[in-house]
């Protein structure tokens, strides 16, 4: 079973930039799609970004599209993403998340593992 554990939250001035990371464990191949997540508080969680485990294709949310990039590395086992210009209202909890069934890739039900989240926080 794959297993996720994301890292790289923090504090940042909007305007700023981080780069989270979800290392990844287990049989990686057989994913479908790796995303990324977020909830703030007293907010629904929200499709961020997501890839095709092959890395051919990308899906952005409105919101972060030009902003945000989402990658991965085969030989690290491990799904990225790259937050440029950061507002306030990207402060959230991230999850990365893996799904095995090629279903809708914007849709938080669509995947089966979960990492444990990392804490972004954005000042003004």
């Known amino acids: 079973q794959v297993q996720l554990v994301e890292s790289g939250g923090g504090l940042v001035q909007a305007g700023g930039s981080l780069r989270l990371s979800c290392a990844a464990s287990g049989r990686t191949f057989s994913s479908t799609f790796m995303g990324w997540f977020r909830q703030a508080p007293g907010k629904e969680r929200e499709f961020v970004a997501a890839?095709?485990?092959?890395?051919?294709?990308?899906f952005y949310a409105d919101s972060v599209k030009g902003r945000f990039t989402i990658s991965r590395d085969i030989t690290k086992n491990t799904l990225y993403l790259q937050m440029n210009r950061l507002k306030p209202e990207d402060a959230a909890v991230y999850y990365c998340?893996?799904?095995?069934?090629?279903?809708?890739?914007?849709?938080?039900?669509?995947?089966?593992?979960w990492g444990q989240g990392t804490q972004v926080t954005v000042s003004s």
């Open positions: 998340a893996s799904t095995e069934v090629n279903g809708p890739y914007s849709i938080g039900s669509s995947y089966q593992k």
């Open positions: 890839i095709t485990w092959t890395g051919r294709t990308t």
